[in-house]
């Protein structure tokens, strides 16, 4: 089993930054992607960015591209999500997720990740 926990969200106005945390624990010794999914009131949840936790390769969701930056802390066991240029679009829960498997291709897709965080939410008033 792996342990999620997200931190960091907040009440903010547009224009501002926030910066979310998630702190893995149990059992990581593979892991392959983590990421940022957001889910909106009555929205699926949807990809914000992930990383490859072996190669720091990066890939983000066209909404956020130039906006958000995803990070990683392999020794710590965190992964974070810098948010600037916040727009009320962007308001939402945001998950932390992690792929456990030994190999991905893409580290886009919800179904890929095994773990989630409980979320924590973000809301950015106009």
């Known amino acids: 089993q792996v342990q999620l926990v997200e931190s960091g969200g907040g009440l903010v106005q547009a224009g501002d930054s926030l910066r979310l945390s998630c702190a893995a624990s149990?059992?990581?010794?593979?892991?392959?992607?983590m990421g940022w999914f957001r889910q909106a009131p009555g929205k699926d949840r949807e990809f914000v960015a992930g990383?490859?936790?072996?190669?720091?390769?990066?890939t983000y969701a066209d909404s956020v591209k130039g906006r958000f930056t995803i990070s990683r802390d392999s020794a710590k066991k965190m992964l974070y999500l810098e948010m600037n240029s916040l727009k009320p679009e962007d308001t939402a829960v945001y998950y932390c997720?992690?792929?456990?498997?030994?190999?991905?291709?893409?580290?886009?897709?919800?179904?890929?990740?095994?773990?989630w965080g409980q979320g924590t939410q973000v809301t950015v008033s106009s």
């Open positions: 990383i490859n936790w072996k190669t720091g390769r990066t």
């Open positions: 997720g992690i792929d456990t498997s030994i190999y991905a291709v893409t580290c886009r897709a919800a179904s890929q990740y095994d773990f």
């Open positions: 149990g059992r990581t010794f593979d892991v392959a992607c």
